[in-house]
């Protein structure tokens, strides 16, 4: 396929105002430390040769997770139609890692950036199948409810997504 | 803050209610819904499959409601199956006292048990259609909504204005003020920024600390008993993974059979309900989730269990899941052949962002007991019962720009067009009556609540027979302070309005008198000669419309003479009315027997190969529109396929070649700028996608049309003339005539935008033909 999917997820995020690296695989870990916040947590990343950097507390407790300004997680996939990412809900706690810290840093395999939603929910039928749960998250938390369009209410008012690339 | 209205309210008082909400609430209202229906509008423009999109989700709509009874068995068993519960509420009270005992269940299992049990909402107007909150703080249950709009009116006891967008009639400067007196803070709240940063803490604690987490469910899938949520704050995911316990709470009109069919509508509802992509979390949980719940009393213990295989969905934790699903009259929403459609509608707010009339006063005035906005007239008849819907019903002029804005093409204004008749027909009778007696149409044979306007409305084909035979002394008399007087108080006809004045040679008669059919075949001929032009072969017949033939003739002759002029032969037979009138005021049976008249009068024309052509766009939207409810289908078509605007006609002349020069064309004509020229469509005109011939032909002609953005004059018929919603009308009218203040020539296609501009603009307005045409 000659069509850019990765390109075109670049720039969806950037559209939304969401910060986006592209970083080999061996990189991947300095790269992650060098862009979370203190105190950050996280979950254990699946991509081969990445691991979680010292400075991101994986396992946290409720009170980390509670303090934490950032989190890691991993995204299952990437939709690069809208810039979204799929967070998996695992009993490592993606899902609330990915939610109460203002600052999400999600990362994702480059191969795993699937080119429109039709994609996403080729994907998505396995997961369902196995009675999973994902949440499609783009973009910062919204809301204009208070008169004006504020980030970060109860979702992440921040998100970075690092692209794996894994050759 | 706004009360729930209630029923049988007198005109005065309807009046006042709608006077008192453009003033408070119809700012900030028209501030928000005007920006997500121009932000919809333009997203459905820039989305290339949009049409696939919205064909593709009705029909899984369709087919879903279709199947209903069997997907409750399906759901069932899948969320029994991942170890869920799943519960048929068949009503309010039903649905309530479960949540209830889930709740005090919960709670007593606690540790602690001096602090009452409590549950964090994620915003659902479900539960809000069954007053959940009320009935879990009456059984001692404390309830936090954690939407901020939602929170907003729990703090102000206010109730939602919107299905979307709920504090939408409320300003940051209210809620701003609202909040100081409250919650008494070191600091006045200011900015957006502020408040949202206070609500966030504010509401964060709640979540931690509440017992059970509530959510309704934007859809649900039965195959794998997955259940979507659409949120762009974050908070519905908050609500149901944090506590052990959820508890979602949905229509079951919300089944979809698979996971597929989540698609379309995922891609659609954000571009529907505020012109976004896609809304910020689309959460799909099949529940009990994998995710660990989140103790934050033990602070210090693991989110997860030590055991937890950190990759793999891992042992399931300690989570109970209940889905509620709510009958409430749906069941039987869908065996009632006119209501069923509604329970297609996904709750994405476009119809209430597209509707003028719902931009200027919102939802606490068009709106029934939960739902707002025309769609809301389907829901409050199906859950809450027709008073519910009677009390805003009348709000939906059909304008029908809402048609075009839902995503599952649902016929909005058609449920309300039922609903006024269903209402029509039980209320209560009328006191004696002379003006309109002998009025009741014969097929509307059970008219006891017709009230006595609406009969004079739904008539007008009559009134105007009346009028043009007794010209000018009806026309006199008409602008007398008695009749006024008179005509207010028994039809409810707003003395400020202007009324039409009726002209004493109708556009038939007219005709007939410069020689009928064969002079105008003679005329068309000379014409074609003269132009040199092949014949154009086409024969027109123009419907001559209650307002062309009685009142604005210049329009009808103005037509006659370009059709000729470009070679086309005219016929206008006295037609019978369109039945457009009556189904305004939801009179189906007259416009059923008009309908039938109508196309009987027009068939041998129309086997003979001639084109109906139209001038009002109103009676051009009925042909093509709700026609296909009141004819046998192979009638409806040919009619649809064999009616015409007329300047989309006049287009489509020239178009074939036909030469311009023979109309009245502007002198710039031959320039690149053309003639600057303000031009106002028409409702209906625009949702058939017929602005854009007219405004091609005005340039043909040398002119540079602007088109008006506001979509609706607000008169839209009768509905500006009638008494209580005259204010209501004016507002919508002013901001058409604000953006053609300035314009020098200012055309309208319809009759009723005509009068409404003359009426604000103080100056004459008429119809692009009358521009275009030459004079004899
Ligand atoms: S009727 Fe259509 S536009 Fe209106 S809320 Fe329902 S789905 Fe949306």
Redesign the interface.
């Known amino acids: 396929m000659t069509i850019d999917t990765v390109g075109r997820f670049e720039r969806a995020l950037e559209s939304l105002e969401v910060g986006i690296e592209r970083v080999p695989a061996a990189d991947a870990t300095e790269r992650i430390a060098a862009a979370i916040d203190d105190p950050a947590v996280g979950v254990p990343l699946p991509f081969d040769g990445v691991s979680q950097p010292d400075a991101v507390t994986t396992a946290p407790t409720a009170g980390e997770l509670e303090r934490a300004r950032t989190g890691v997680t991993p995204a299952q996939f990437g939709i690069a139609e809208y810039g979204t990412v799929a967070i998996r809900s695992t009993a490592a706690g993606n899902e609330p890692v990915s939610l109460y810290p203002d600052y999400h840093v999600a990362i994702v395999a480059a191969s795993d950036v699937v080119p429109d939603l039709g994609a996403g929910f080729d994907r998505l039928e396995k997961h369902f199948a196995d009675r999973e749960s994902i949440v499609f998250a783009t973009g910062r938390s919204a809301t204009a409810d208070m008169g004006d369009l504020v980030h970060g209410v109860h979702g992440p008012g921040t998100v970075s997504v690092m692209v794996v690339e894994d050759r | 803050m706004a009360e729930r209205a209630h029923p049988a309210r007198s005109r005065d008082e309807t009046a006042a209610q709608i006077r008192h909400l453009l003033e408070t609430e119809g700012e900030a209202v028209h501030a928000?819904s005007s920006t997500m229906s121009a932000r919809q509008a333009q997203i459905y423009d820039e989305t290339d499959d949009i049409e696939t999109l919205r064909t593709d989700a009705r029909a899984i709509k369709e087919d879903a409601i279709d199947r209903l009874p069997e997907l409750l068995e399906t759901v069932r068993e899948a969320v029994e199956a991942?170890g869920g519960t799943v519960y048929v509420a068949e009503d309010a009270a039903d649905a309530n006292a479960y949540v209830a005992d889930v709740v005090d269940d919960r709670a007593d299992g606690r540790d602690d048990v001096a602090d009452a049990p409590s549950v964090v909402k994620s915003k659902s107007m479900t539960t809000e259609e069954i007053d959940l909150n009320e009935a879990l703080e009456r059984d001692g249950i404390d309830v936090y909504e954690?939407?901020?709009?939602e929170w907003?009116l729990q703090v102000a006891d206010d109730t939602p204005s919107h299905i979307v967008?709920p504090?939408m009639h409320l300003?940051?400067?209210e809620?701003a003020e609202l909040f100081t007196e409250r919650f008494d803070p070191d600091e006045e709240f200011e900015?957006?920024?502020q408040?949202?940063e206070f609500?966030?803490d504010y509401?964060?604690e709640r979540?931690?600390e509440a017992d059970v987490g509530i959510t309704g469910a934007n859809f649900v899938?039965a195959e794998?008993?997955?259940m979507a949520l659409v949120t762009?704050?974050?908070?519905a995911?908050?609500c149901a993974?944090?506590p052990d316990t959820h508890v979602a709470i949905a229509g079951v009109e919300k089944l979809l059979p698979s996971?597929?069919d989540?698609?379309p509508f995922?891609?659609l509802i954000a571009k529907s309900a505020t012109g976004q992509?896609?809304?910020?979390?689309?959460?799909?949980?099949?529940?009990p989730?994998?995710?660990?719940t989140?103790?934050?009393a033990?602070?210090?213990?693991?989110?997860?269990?030590?055991d937890?295989?950190?990759?793999?969905?891992?042992?399931e934790?300690d989570r109970e899941f209940h889905l509620v699903l709510l009958d409430n009259g749906r069941l039987d929403m869908r065996e009632d052949d006119q209501l069923r459609e509604t329970l297609y509608c996904v709750r994405c707010g476009a119809c209430s962002n597209s509707c003028v009339n719902f931009q200027s006063v919102g939802g606490h005035a068009f709106g029934g007991e939960t739902y707002s906005g025309g769609i809301a007239t389907g829901w409050e008849a199906g859950v809450h019962g027709q008073d519910s819907a009677a009390e805003f019903n009348d709000l939906c002029t059909g304008c029908s720009q809402c048609v075009n804005a839902c995503p599952v093409k649902i016929d909005i204004p058609w449920i309300n067009t039922v609903v006024k008749d269903r209402i029509n027909r039980e209320g209560d009778a009328e006191s004696y009556d002379f003006l309109v007696d002998g009025l009741t149409p014969d097929a509307e044979t059970d008219t006891s609540g017709l009230d006595s306007g609406k009969r004079f409305f739904g008539n007008i084909s009559t009134v105007a027979k009346l009028g043009s035979a007794t010209a000018p002394v009806s026309n006199w008399l008409a602008e007398t302070g008695l009749v006024r007087t008179l005509l207010e108080s028994t039809l409810g006809i707003d003395r400020r309005r202007d009324l039409p004045t009726f002209q004493r040679e109708s556009l038939v008669d007219w005709f007939e008198a410069q020689g009928g059919v064969a002079a105008s075949r003679r005329r068309a001929e000379r014409a074609a000669s003269h132009a040199n032009a092949a014949d154009v072969g086409r024969e027109a017949v123009l419907y001559p419309d209650v307002y062309t033939n009685y009142v604005d003739t210049d329009r009808g002759k103005a037509a006659v003479r370009t059709l000729e002029a470009l070679g086309v032969p005219v016929s206008v037979p006295d037609l019978p009315e369109s039945g457009r009138a009556p189904l305004s005021q939801g009179m189906i049976a007259t416009a059923d027997r008009q309908a039938s008249r109508l196309y009987g009068a027009v068939a041998e024309d129309l086997d003979a190969g001639r084109d109906l052509v139209v001038i009002e766009p109103s009676d051009l939207a009925a042909f093509h529109r709700e026609y296909e409810r009141l004819l046998p289908t192979r009638s409806f078509e040919r009619l649809r396929d064999n009616s015409y605007e007329v300047c989309h006609y006049v287009y489509g002349l020239l178009e074939n070649g036909t030469d311009a020069d023979a109309l009245a064309t502007a002198d710039g004509g031959t320039d690149d700028q053309g003639e600057p020229i303000a031009y106002h469509s028409h409702c209906q005109q625009r949702t058939l996608g017929l602005e854009a011939p007219t405004t091609a032909l005005l340039e043909r002609c040398g002119y540079a049309p602007r088109t008006s953005s506001v979509e609706c004059c607000g008169m839209a018929g009768s509905f500006g003339y009638k008494q209580e919603y005259y204010e209501l009308s004016m507002d919508v009218g002013n901001r058409l005539a604000q953006e053609f203040e300035s314009a020098e020539t200012v055309v309208a296609s319809g009759t009723s935008c005509g009068d409404q501009l003359e009426t604000l603009l103080e100056r004459d307005v008429s119809h692009p033909i009358e521009l275009l045409a030459p004079d004899r």
């Open positions: 928000h991942n954690t939407d901020l709009g907003v967008g504090a300003s940051r400067e809620i900015t957006a920024a408040l949202t609500a966030r509401l964060g979540i931690r899938v794998t008993g997955t762009n704050e974050g908070n995911r908050k993974v944090t996971v597929r989540l698609e995922v891609d992509p896609i809304s910020q979390y689309v959460t799909m949980l099949t529940p989730t994998a995710s660990p989140l103790d934050f033990a602070p210090d213990a693991p989110i997860a269990g030590t937890a295989d950190a990759l793999s969905a891992g042992t934790p």
